[in-house]
């Protein structure tokens, strides 16, 4: 496998379910992201994670919870979602280039989450 | 505070040229441009650095512009392929890590 690889590629869930949404990149990089992508709105940085230390948390709810066991591996744990929280999540890594601010992103396809 | 993104749409016939445009109301660090086509992940396309020169990309480049904190991403000769859905993201200084992206601009190329 190459790139960055998200599972699952689709995701229905009840407001009262508790899901998961994984992320495995396959590029050697250090930094990874949750991205929120929503129709008609930009793309929201969610969190961050960089040497696998949490160094963003881009004032998201706590329903929302983001889990980076290793440099290669990110998870979002979803409980008590809202209806609006039915969007594409993106995941992405990057190599960290420390003091010189995001280097490219490297992109995986995304999660369609509904909730229901 | 996210960068604003214009047009919000265009419409090209093939060989035919476009500019898209992206402005913040912060001292920007960096910009970056994303290409995402429909179904599909964001792809790279460039990074503008502060003091840094101009990128180029085959016919696709982008200036930038530090006093006015704009960038522009110009399109020359557009082919089928260069429709989608084009991002521009800032980083202000001394925000590391927080890329923040416009709402952007559906390119569309028509034969």
């Known amino acids: 496998e190459t790139g960055v690889t998200q599972t699952p590629r689709h995701l229905v869930m009840g407001m009262t379910n508790k899901k998961s949404l994984k992320c495995e990149q396959h590029l050697g990089h250090n930094a990874m992201y949750w991205y929120k992508q929503s129709a008609k709105k930009p793309l929201e940085l969610m969190f961050v994670?960089?040497?696998?230390?949490?160094?963003e948390n881009n004032s998201v709810p706590s329903r929302f919870s983001p889990e980076c066991p290793n440099s290669s591996h990110l998870f979002l744990h979803l409980h008590t979602l809202q209806p609006e929280d039915s969007a594409l999540y993106l995941c992405?890594?990057?190599?960290?280039?420390?003091?010189?601010?995001?280097?490219?992103?490297?992109f995986g396809e995304g999660s369609r989450l509904t909730v229901l | 505070q996210q960068p604003v993104q214009s047009p919000q749409a265009v419409i090209l016939r093939e060989g035919e040229d476009a500019v898209i445009n992206c402005s913040s109301s912060?001292?920007?660090?960096?910009v970056h441009w994303y290409r995402q086509k429909h179904g599909e992940a964001p792809v790279f396309l460039m990074i503008l650095l502060k003091g840094g020169e101009q990128k180029g990309h085959e016919k696709i480049s982008a200036s930038f512009n530090e006093k006015k904190q704009q960038s522009s991403l110009y399109l020359t000769a557009s082919q089928l392929s260069y429709s989608g859905t084009y991002f521009c993201g800032t980083e202000g200084e001394g925000s590391n890590y927080k890329l923040t992206f416009g709402k952007g601009t559906l390119l569309t190329v028509n034969p």
């Open positions: 994670y960089s040497l696998e230390e949490r160094v």
């Open positions: 992405a890594s990057s190599q960290d280039p420390g003091a010189l601010g995001t280097g490219e992103l490297f």
């Open positions: 912060k001292a920007l660090y960096s």
